[in-house]
Nanobody
Framework: QVQLVESGGGLVQAGGSLRLSCAAS????????MGWYRQAPGKQRELVAT???????NYADSVKGRFTISRDNAKNTVYLQMNSLKPEDTAVYYC?????WGQGTQVTVSS
């Protein structure tokens, strides 16, 4: 059974940083594409960043230059380093691989 468990969310002031983690079990993270998505209140879930099995990454325009997705294959964990956070980054952040989703972690950025 595949499980994705996010952690690292919280409340931070604008300009601050957070690092989200997504620990995977029941799957080998290194051979699967992984993604971070977010959903703000009243809005649709949107793609934030992806990392492919080969290591290539892709980012939404709104987070380019501020967020970095990475993975630790030994720990079977994917990360999202978020710097220069803005109030509009406030959302529930979800980890995804194929049709598996984590439970989400709340990120709140105060102005």
């Amino acid at each position: 059974q595949v499980q994705l468990v996010e952690s690292g969310g919280g409340l931070v002031q604008a300009g601050g940083s957070l690092r989200l983690s997504c620990a995977a079990s029941g799957m080998i993270l290194s051979i699967n594409a992984m993604g971070w998505y977010r959903q703000a209140p009243g809005k649709q879930r949107e793609l934030v960043a992806t990392i492919r099995s080969g290591g290539s990454t892709n980012y939404a325009d709104s987070v380019k230059g501020r967020f970095t997705i990475s993975r630790d294959n030994a720990k079977n964990t994917v990360y999202l380093q978020m710097n220069s956070l803005k109030p509009e980054d406030t959302a529930v952040y979800y980890c995804n691989s194929r049709n598996w989703w984590g439970q989400g972690t709340q990120v709140t950025v105060s102005s």
